[in-house]
Each structure stands twice: as C-alpha cells, then as structure tokens.
C-alpha cells in the first residue's frame, strides 16, 4: 500500500532555535516506508517566501522523493500576477499560511492570490479556528483547482463538513485529526475520496500520523485511498 504525505517541512524554526535537516525528513520517509512527501521550506512561511521557494526547489532536485510546495504571502502581494505564473510547472502546490504569516483569513489579498493561484495549481490554506472555513468560502468559493484544507481538527469537523459538500474540489489532509472517530465520520459523511494523509513531518511524529489513519477504523478500499492513491490522483 503506497504512502504519500500531502503536508512535510523542513529547514529552521528562528522561535525554537532549532533546525528541521532534510536527511531528517528522508530518514522518517525510508524508516515508514512513505514513498513521496510533498514538502516545503519553513524559510518560505517564516520568513522569505521567495529564498524559501529556492529552498524548496533545490532539496526537490536533490531528492526525488520530495516534491515541491511553494509558499506566498499576501502581505507581500500588490497585483502582480507573475509570481504566480513562475510557480506553474515548478512545483506541485501552493501553500498559505495565515496564522504563521500574520492575517487574518478574511484579508483581500488572501482571496486574490488563491484565486490567481488555484488556476493552475493546488492550494493548501492553513485553518486554525471555528470560522476560518466559512471566511474562506467567502472569500474564493469554487476555483479550478483543489483546495486542501491543513490543520482540520476536532472543533472545526462540522464547518469542514458542511464546506466540503458544498465544495467538491476541497479537500482535507489527517495532520490535527487525531482524535478517535474523526478520520472515519469524514470517511463515511464526505468520502474517502476527499481525504489526504498529512502529518507535517519532522515537526509531529510521522509513525503517529500514519497509525492514526491505520486505525481509524476506515475499510481497506478507503484506507488506500487515504495513505496515497488520493494524493496521486489530485496532486500528481
């Protein structure tokens, strides 16, 4: 059963003055048998997003296990389309980040950039708290390309479920849904088909993340389709 991981990250945490290593990452990846990781450099969400895509990009090349998330931030967006036209082809996905950046998700920038993005590429939105679904349903509703949703957890299961019925290209990766039940409620309210494995590696346990999905008491057909037949299919 292949095991793709939609949500990795690698490089320095300023805040905890430490450093997250790519041979990390890789040494998790060989120890769980994850076959791909879709990953970014956490240059790019605290600090740079351009350095950090560069980052992403080289350790991509390095590694062809590792496949590239590039990072914007609307605080850094006036109208100009053509940073997000130089990702397309580049990388697999574009991720946001609104709580670590600093804005909130009902922010105008946010709403422009995603659309802009989500033409051509996946978008990954970090939600943090009740409302952030519903805001960001305001903000972009339906685009051309998926949306995944990062960071789901226990009080936001009603508002991810209500958004995804609405929504058939959104999606919602495991990272936060650890609690019992959550991961098989989705399974059977929305569809197996709508869910990625997440584990936002190295920084959370990766054997963790997997284990919760391993035992959340989906069927075979659906696990398979969580672990990584999802991610292939709507990323590549």
Not at 44 to 62: F, I
Not at 115 to 125: D, Q, R
Not at 214 to 233: D, M, W
């Amino acid at each position: 059963m292949e095991i793709v991981d939609v949500n990795t990250q690698f490089g320095p945490l300023p805040m905890a003055s430490s450093d997250l290593a790519v041979d990390d990452l890789l040494g998790l990846m060989q120890k769980y048998q994850v076959q791909a990781a879709y990953t970014l450099s956490t240059l790019g969400l605290l600090l740079d997003p351009t350095a950090g895509n560069s980052a992403t990009k080289a350790a991509c090349g390095e590694h062809p296990k590792l496949l590239p998330i590039a990072t914007l931030n609307p605080l850094m967006y006036f109208g100009d389309n053509s940073v997000v036209l130089g990702l397309v082809g580049q990388y697999r996905m574009v991720r946001f980040a609104p709580e670590i950046q600093g804005y909130p998700i009902d922010f105008a920038p946010l709403g422009e950039l995603v659309t802009a993005a989500a033409a051509s590429l996946p978008v990954m939105i970090d939600v943090q708290k009740p409302g952030d679904i519903t805001a960001l349903e305001r903000l972009i509703g339906d685009v051309p390309k998926p949306i995944i949703l990062e960071g789901v957890h226990a009080t936001l299961l009603a508002e991810t479920v209500s958004a995804l019925k609405r929504h058939p290209q959104w999606y919602v990766e495991t990272s936060a849904l650890l609690i019992p039940g959550a991961i098989k409620m989705l399974a059977e309210t929305i569809g197996a088909e709508r869910i990625l494995l997440g584990t936002n590696a190295p920084l959370q346990p990766l054997a963790g993340a997997i284990q919760t999905v391993r035992l959340s008491g989906v069927t075979e057909q659906a696990l398979t389709q969580i672990l990584g037949a999802n991610a292939r299919r709507i990323l590549g």
